[in-house]
């Protein structure tokens, strides 16, 4: 995991104030942590709903076709760590929990809107960024999905028509994969 997620300032202090008060830098040191623990992080594929993660939650994917990065009143916000937080929180609830994809999905949004607020980025203007995405990268082609794609949001969602577009493609790519490789005597 890139180390830059880190923040520089006062990585090890102690704070002034008590940890259970709403403090910018807590919740700022709890999202390195959160980033610290993914293991992988894969822009190589098509992700449905633009991102998600592995079967085994230790890979988060962000759609390929997504920018790294966008202006806002002309500072560039990196939108990578805000994703990651949000596939993380959103696999632990369903993972740990047993939540429902919906029920997980609302408290990582929460999660992941307050790390933007907290980063002094207007919410409105990420979430209009996000929203040009989602909706572009919805509409794509499906031609690289990731094969061990957890399709939990999907078929909580009964997205079956997209559920039947990632399988097939799925399929074919194991298909490939399988002719492809070398045969044992």
Known sequence: MPLDFCHPEAPHHKLRLPEWYVSSLMLDRALDAI??????LDRAHDIPYLAGYSQDGKTI???????????CKGRRIQTDRFLLVHEAVEKALIQLLGLHYQ???QIALRAEQAAVRAEGIPWKAY?????????????????????????????DEHDTALLKRMRAHTEKA???????APKRS
């Open 103 to 105: 029920h997980a999905h």
């Open 174 to 180: 194991l298909k490939t994969v399988t002719r492809k």
């Open 127 to 155: 979430d209009d960024f996000m929203q040009i995405y989602i909706k572009a990268i919805g509409d794509e082609r499906l031609t690289k999905v990731p094969a061990d794609l957890d399709d939990t949001p999907y078929r």
């Open 61 to 71: 994917y962000i759609d390929r076709h997504m920018p790294k990065s966008f202006t």
């Open 35 to 40: 980033v610290r623990r993914v293991k992988k």
